[in-house]
Nanobody, 123 residues
């Protein structure tokens, strides 16, 4: 059983940066994926990036044009989403999620979700 908790959101201006953090409590077995999604009002939940602990393989969604990068800190059991060159269109509630599958991109393949952290980018 895994409980992810994300943090690091806030209000930034266009062109600014934020780094989101997600800590997952659960088993020591790291055969799972941690991923970042976001959702704006009236929009479908959007996949951003995923990282699998075993081997450190990761995938960053091309839809954000390389501005977002997922990384990890093994000692802290934490994954990060570094977001640069933020735009107003990036305004959303950002979620961290955990799956026992290998780097899935579909939100329905993630059974464990955090509460979300709000990112607001002003124009």
């Amino acid at each position: 059983q895994v409980q992810p908790v994300e943090s690091g959101g806030g209000l930034v201006q266009t062109g600014g940066s934020l780094r989101l953090s997600c800590v997952a409590s659960g088993p020591d077995d790291r055969a799972y994926t941690m991923a970042w999604f976001r959702q704006s009002p009236g929009k479908e939940r959007e996949f951003l990036a995923a990282l699998h602990w075993d081997g450190g393989m990761a995938y960053n969604e091309d839809s954000v044009n390389g501005r977002f990068t997922i990384s990890r800190d093994n000692a802290k059991n934490t994954v990060y989403l570094q977001m640069n060159s933020l735009k107003p269109e990036d305004t959303a509630l950002y979620y961290c999620a955990v799956s026992f599958l290998y780097l899935p991109r579909q939100h329905y393949r993630y059974p464990f979700w955090g509460q979300g952290t709000q990112v607001t980018v002003s124009s």
